[in-house]
């Protein structure tokens, strides 16, 4: 009997250290968003947006990634609770702090230490409070956004640009966001597949971009790779990541 439980014991091991956990494909770890046109997107395209969320630090650290903290262009300092949509905006040059809701619409402001509660401007700020929350979080995220809600992929083939070959990848997008009518491309690293530049087309008609600029110095925050302290100097600076921060942050002025 000994011997039995013995021999079966050998075989359940070897049996467990020969048998391989199930892969999921980049495609299946990265699910697109409800709302992604997907029919309008073309595979090539789709593969390689699943690619450039894998070498970022894949889908599932994206989604468990809490509070993101940074600074736009030295102007405004954010905080983002990617969970709840609560957003902590302070712009410099008027002083003015934004206790935004971006999910759900509410929010409070303070100008210069008064409160803002008349309606109508409320709303309005609120607004543009959560109009700059998408320009100053696309500037950083926008990799991990690929397959977001609205947007269609377009790869464009390799391309050249300040004497390194790049693939290409072209955003537009669907009613969605304040600037509908926008258009990117990115030259992605071919052997990394990190977005190295981008390309800013006001107008997704035109074939000349407004502005070419770096997208580099990656750097590790938590689990998840983010590009700041750009080389141009422009964009994202002074970025955490963190698990926790105090409600209180997103509460009180």
């Not at 070897?14 to 699910?31: F, H, R, V, Y």
């Not at 595979?43 to 450039?52: C, F, G, H, N």
């Not at 390799?158 to 969605?176: C, H, R, Y």
Request: proline share 4%.
């Amino acid at each position: 009997m000994k011997t039995f439980s013995a021999v079966l014991l050998l075989s359940f091991f070897i049996w467990a250290c020969t048998t391989k956990p199930e892969t999921k494909s980049l495609a299946e770890q990265n699910p697109a968003m409800e709302g992604f046109d997907l029919d309008g997107s073309d595979p090539s395209a789709i593969q390689l947006a699943d690619s450039i969320m894998h070498a970022m630090g894949g889908r599932e650290n994206w989604d468990k990634t809490r509070y993101i903290s940074w600074t736009f262009s030295g102007r405004r300092d954010l905080v983002w609770d990617k969970t709840t949509g609560r957003v902590r905006i302070y712009n410099k040059p008027d002083s003015t702090t934004y206790l935004v809701n971006v999910s759900t619409g509410e929010g409070r402001v303070r100008i210069k230490g008064k409160e803002i509660t008349e309606p109508d401007s409320l709303k309005k700020l609120v607004a543009k409070a959560k109009g700059i929350w998408i320009n100053d979080s696309y500037w950083l995220v926008m990799p991990f956004k690929l397959k977001d809600t609205g947007v269609t992929l377009r790869y464009m083939g390799e391309d050249t640009l300040q004497g390194g070959l790049f693939n290409t990848l072209i955003l537009t997008f669907k009613d969605v966001g304040v600037t509908p009518q926008n258009k990117y491309k990115l030259y992605v690293d071919i052997k990394d597949k990190l977005v190295r530049n981008w390309a800013y087309y006001s107008n997704s008609s035109q074939d000349t971009a407004n502005f070419v600029r770096p997208w580099d110095n990656y750097q590790k925050y938590g689990n998840i790779l983010l590009s700041a302290d750009r080389s141009d100097k422009a964009g994202p600076s002074n970025v955490k990541v963190d698990d926790t921060l105090p409600d209180a942050l997103f509460n009180e002025f």
